[in-house]
């Protein structure tokens, strides 16, 4: 028991105290208890601010976003907070940092986006100590893919290896990240609050809200021209869609997303199944919508991940194996018991993701109008053909149907100054940003040499807009065009092997300060192409460190690829 004096000090100190100077009195306290009796503990200087560094990796901009909002609240708690980019970010310096919070995405298949390779690189690399740095992550991805969030899981992992201490646990926020991504950082920072970094005494009570992504502006639009690109005989389909819309803002090398809708037989089904009426009104992420929209426009059917799988045999009760299925599917085979299950069933669902296609027009030649190259896809779940649920959508869209549509950034697939040589490397739809780059080059004038290679299957039936390609070259406008095909040809040739056969004209364009982009699919863009340009630069003999000169290409911003 205390004696009377202390224990109306404490009682004066708590009634005085906020919410967070409680907090923190309470971690200090602990804190003195699990130290050894004989250290003699000494009090924090209660203003110090804590030092926080925030770093994001990011390709759309999401997990920017969310970086910028966070370093935002731990402002308002008066930490000092330094906020950068993983592409200006020097690696080096974690061995400065004390705390370290990174929010980052995951591509394709469990890769780190392109403005955070040298960073994830490093961690992978460096053997150094880290014992000193404290540090969360926070991953964004998609779990319709399989190895969901996993360049989150690689930073969180690799930093722990190195000795760092993990102070938050890792987050794997999905398509729908706000709330979970809301939670996590509020999380963080009563953690931070409760280990001795104190908030202002003027701090709010209660923990602030992340504000919710800013909405994209939307473009409407008409389907104005549908094209099928390839020839009879070819076992792709390759659709130049063209879009009447005015006063679109993009540059080349932008992509504009769009938000499929599923198709109406497959809503219906479900619907029936479900046995209620289409106009019935469910809340999903706090606003009230009729199921048949919610089916149609808003959630994603098609193709669910074993994680919601897992949900919905939680939910109702039943051993369905791990797999992925379309939702009219599991509910044939794995039907809703109870009509009261139907409401928690709508908001399991994941919402609809926006599909993001690559421009291939230019806003000077092409006015009021976007162009898109688009690869009907097609693949197989548990044997069973499906195709690409917006590369069908769009494709089976009547001329002059209406659509809708936000435009994405893209700062680093920009081109250069008018005067300045690019190299431009493709495979199948990745020209459609090349098509934009000679567009706009084309109709600006501009003198710089372009030289552009081309990977796809079938030179007779899949040679993606033959007549301009060729038109361009005869005209002078593209300087240099090599061709790579599989069939049809008298010397079937890779992107790689047309590189190296070029080698030395593909040197003398770097030292003539030329940039490189790179476009398509990664199987055939990635990395052997990567390490091809690197032997190259070896076998020149000019440079006494290939790998370095090849990363300072691209952290001048002049070896940019976008690959899927």
């Known amino acids: 028991m205390l004696a009377a004096p ?36 000494t009090l924090p200087a209660t203003n110090v601010k804590p030092k926080l560094t925030i770093v994001y990796g990011t390709e759309t901009g999401n997990a920017k976003q969310l970086a910028t909002q966070f370093a935002s609240l731990a402002k308002q708690k008066k930490c000092l907070v330094k906020l950068i980019g993983l592409d200006q970010y020097t690696p080096k310096d974690l061995e400065k940092e004390s705390l370290l919070v990174v929010v980052i995405s995951t591509q394709g298949d469990g890769e780190p986006p392109a403005a955070a390779l040298s960073f994830y690189e490093y961690l992978h690399q460096i053997q150094i100590n880290l014992n000193h740095l ?11 893919y399989p190895l969901f969030c996993k360049t989150g899981e690689d930073v969180d992992m690799q930093l722990n290896r190195l000795g760092a201490k993990r102070i938050h646990e890792l987050a794997k926020c999905d398509v729908d990240y706000e709330a979970d991504a809301n939670n996590w950082f509020n999380g963080l920072i009563e953690k931070l609050l409760t280990n001795n970094f104190p908030a202002s005494n003027n701090a709010a009570s209660k923990n602030v809200a992340i504000v919710s992504k800013t909405a994209k502006q939307t473009y409407s639009g008409l389907i104005d021209k549908k094209i099928v690109l390839n020839d009879k005989g070819s076992c792709k389909q390759t659709f130049h869609i063209e879009i009447a819309a005015d006063s679109v ?48 426009k808003k959630l994603n059917i098609l193709n669910l991940s074993e994680k919601i799988i897992k949900k919905y045999a939680a939910l109702t009760e039943q051993d369905i194996p791990g797999t992925r299925m379309d939702l009219l599917d599991l509910l044939k085979i794995y039907p809703l018991k109870t009509q009261s299950q139907l409401e928690p069933f709508i908001a399991l669902l994941q919402a609809q993701s926006p599909r993001l296609y690559t421009i291939a027009s230019s806003p000077i030649a092409n006015e009021n109008a976007i162009h898109l190259t688009i690869n009907m896809e097609r693949f197989y779940i548990n044997e069973a053909e499906k195709n690409g649920l917006c590369s069908h959508y769009l494709s089976e869209m009547p001329l002059q149907s209406p659509i809708h549509f936000f435009v994405q950034k893209n700062k680093r697939f920009k081109l250069p100054q008018d005067d300045v040589p690019i190299i431009m490397i493709a495979h199948g739809t990745g020209i459609a940003p090349f098509r934009s780059f000679l567009l706009q080059r084309d109709n600006a004038g501009a003198e710089g040499k372009n030289w552009l290679i081309f990977e796809e299957d079938n030179f007779t039936t899949d040679f993606l807009y033959q007549t301009e390609i060729q038109d361009w070259y005869a005209t002078g406008h593209i300087h240099q065009l090599h061709l790579c095909f599989q069939h049809n040809v008298m010397q079937p040739a890779t992107l790689v ?8 004209t593909f040197m003398q364009w770097i030292e003539q300060g030329a940039y490189v982009f790179v476009s398509g699919e ?43």
Request: charged share 25%; glycine share 6%; hydrophobic share 40%.
């Open 6 to 41: 202390k224990l109306k000090t404490i009682i004066d100190l708590v009634q005085s105290s906020s919410k967070e100077e409680l907090i923190w009195i309470n971690g200090y306290i602990a804190g003195i208890i699990q130290q050894d009796t004989t250290e003699v503990a």
């Open 249 to 296: 803002d993009y540059q080349p090398g932008d992509s504009i997303g769009v938000y499929p809708e599923n198709p109406a037989h497959v809503v219906d089904e479900i619907l029936h199944l479900l046995q209620v009426h289409p106009e019935k009104k469910f809340l999903y992420k706090d606003e009230s919508y009729a199921i048949d929209t919610l089916l149609s």
């Open 497 to 504: 092997e047309k590189l190296q056969h070029h080698a030395a």
């Open 522 to 564: 990664k199987d055939f863009t990635g990395a052997k192409l990567d390490q091809a340009i690197i032997d190259m630069i070896a076998t020149s003999g000019k440079y006494s460190n290939a790998v370095a000169f090849f990363q300072q290409l691209k952290n001048e911003g002049r070896f940019v690829k976008e690959v899927y």
């Open 134 to 144: 404290q540090y969360a992550v926070l991953g964004l991805g998609d779990s319709s």
